[in-house]
């Protein structure tokens, strides 16, 4: 994401790669034309037992992944799976203040699970780009701004830069190098009622050469 995309939120189209149903067998597994039989592995229960020591261990059928029918004739583009991979492009929406690292869970948008079973969740990592305006320290946003000698000491006004647009901010008389100045509100939202502030860096150009004047 783009900062400030990362810090209004948006909406953007990503790819998703997800298995999607056969065309050529319409997710049934079988070549077109034929049917499917009882599992011979299970006998069609879907599960099968198996003795380990003094224990007795039931567990999914390995041939059928407890579907407990199989092919007559597998369908051969998607190797009797019933899905081919693909990818679908879908709107994710992107809160404000996500930050590089987090994630988020699209539910179902994963692969299919065990015949019968929903499928899994897709997770999508985010990345922030740095701003060459602004930086990010927590919910906070600092930037820093040069002026002049005459303006640290007699004082006047600056319009600058927000997340949220233009601001103007008052800098008295005497202002110091490295000043710093807060405009509440104006930084990133943490969660509903929270915001972070705006933090303005001063500093004081100190010219090289002067003239008589």
Request: hydrophobic residues 30%; proline residues 7%; contains cysteine.
């Amino acid at each position: 994401l783009e900062f400030m995309e990362a810090a209004q939120g948006c909406i953007k189209e990503i790819d998703i790669q997800r298995a999607r149903q056969c065309d050529t067998c319409k997710g049934t597994r079988c070549a077109p034309g034929t049917g499917t039989l009882d599992c011979s592995t299970c006998g069609g229960v879907g599960r099968v037992r198996s003795r380990q020591g003094l224990m007795v261990v039931e567990m999914t059928c390995p041939a059928c992944s407890g579907a407990r029918k199989m092919p007559k004739s597998p369908c051969i583009p998607c190797r009797s799976t019933g899905y081919v991979d693909g990818y679908e492009k879908v709107d994710v929406r992107f809160p404000a203040g996500v930050n590089t690292g987090q994630k988020l869970k699209l539910k179902g948008m994963g692969f299919p699970g065990q015949p019968g079973a929903p499928s899994g969740d897709a997770y999508v990592r985010v990345f922030v780009a740095p701003s060459n305006m602004f930086e990010r320290h927590g919910y906070d946003i600092h930037t820093h701004v040069e002026i002049s000698v005459m303006r640290a000491c007699l004082g006047g006004s600056l319009v600058v830069d927000t997340i949220n647009g233009r601001a103007k901010v008052d800098i008295p008389a005497g202002t110091q190098p490295d000043s710093k100045y807060v405009l509440e509100g104006q930084g990133i939202k943490s969660r509903p009622g929270t915001i972070g502030n705006h933090v303005i860096h001063i500093h004081v150009k100190i010219p090289t050469k002067l003239s008589a004047e």
